[in-house]
């Protein structure tokens, strides 16, 4: 991968704390809340504040409402979110690969 493919990845993926919720998001349906605090160790303020960023940008759908008379909020990947993140896990894997692994 050159510098320029490089300069390419999603930046909006990229970024540690986001990329840990689009690789939760990535393998179920949809996850709740609480699944994300337990499985990422992110504070309230950061998923909340994450996935509104990944909201803005078309790649998550999140849905409020309430179980009983407590709050639940649920994250989904849409389609181009999780496009998006095909496209950076390859691009990431090509290169981690290295020169002699790599695509032509």
């Known amino acids: 991968m050159t510098t320029a493919e490089q300069s390419s990845l999603d930046r909006l993926i ?4 986001r990329l840990v919720l689009m690789s939760n998001l990535a393998v179920v349906d949809e996850a709740d809340f609480v699944f994300l605090s ?19 940008a078309g790649y998550v759908v999140i849905a409020k409402g309430f179980v009983g008379k407590r709050p639940r909020t649920v994250y989904r990947l849409t389609r181009a979110g999780r496009k998006a993140f095909d496209v950076y896990r390859v691009q990431v894997a090509e290169l981690l690969a290295g020169p002699e692994l790599r695509t032509q």
């Open 38 to 56: 337990h499985q990422t160790g992110l504070t309230a303020g950061n998923i909340s504040s994450h996935m509104a960023r990944l909201e803005e």
């Open 14 to 17: 990229h970024e540690p704390a």
